[in-house]
């Protein structure tokens, strides 16, 4: 057996289904998606078998999109839980055959209670083809097993059906990035869309010298404030300019003797400053782009703190 050759015929068989489904997307499908949105309830999604965990993939999808939805399987609906559904809802039934007996004793109830039913099928002319008000065509010629029997390219196309759906909507509404950070506040990509340096500066101590310090002090208030840096600042707080100890190891190769110095003599002048509002990943973007470890943050420029590459790394960002 050729394994290589048969995982790449797979991938590329069920490519081949999934392209073919744009030929499918028609005023049906508009219709759908303005149902949906107009709707005053939640999208009820059921299914059995395979197009179950579909199913539970596209409820899921919806939710982290501002669609409200539920999940419904289709066996336990018939044995207690059409309770879950509410006069307002907006039902998606997926099947492939569109006959199993499950689906054939769910649909008259729903379409008995009044909401509108959305067939998402392989086989239109099936029973839910034909009982369904709306019908989305996730119609496959054949699955990718070799004994056209383990659903895989009909499955692959109910997950790309329910994604068009769902990014429909999601344009369709004008949920923006901010939205999606409120619905996913945990992890690496909420971190992204909404932490920002704020967050992260104030877990820091301040380290801070003025023009006329000496070069121990300079050096002590970098060793102790653990930052690798410390600002330069006026009586008034405001950045005059920042010392790090990249500065520092530079004085020692150019000077036999420092005693004579003050931080004036060595500071960089214009440091790379953050403003506390700005999202914490640009900032990590600003020190990978300046190759620097550390920015100094700013408010109207005024030196508040420090926040430094290890505090976003820490966070699991990047």
Known sequence: MDIIKLAKNTILQEAESIKKLADFIDTDFEEIVKI???SKGRVIVTGIGKSANIAQKIVATFNSTGTPAIFMHAADAIHGDLGIIQADDVIICISKSGNTPEIKVLVPIIKARGNVLIGMVSTIDSFLGKQSDFVLKSTVEKEACPNNLAPTNSTTAQLVIGDALAVCLLEYRGFSSDDFARYHPGGALGKKLYMRVNDLYKNNQKPKVTLDDSIKNVIM???????????????SGKLLGIITD???RRMLHKHDSFSHLLAKDIM???P???DKDELAINAF?????????????????KYIGMVHLHDILKEGIV
Do not use: C, P, R, Y
């Open 221 to 235: 208030e970098i060793s102790s404030k653990l930052l690798g840096a410390t600002a330069v600042v006026d009586d």
């Open 268 to 270: 960089s002048v214009n």
């Open 272 to 274: 790379k400053t953050v």
């Open 285 to 301: 973007q600003m020190m990978e782009n300046n190759h620097i470890t550390q920015l100094v943050v700013t408010q109207k420029e």
């Open 246 to 248: 990249g500065d520092i």
């Open 36 to 38: 949906i949105f107009e």
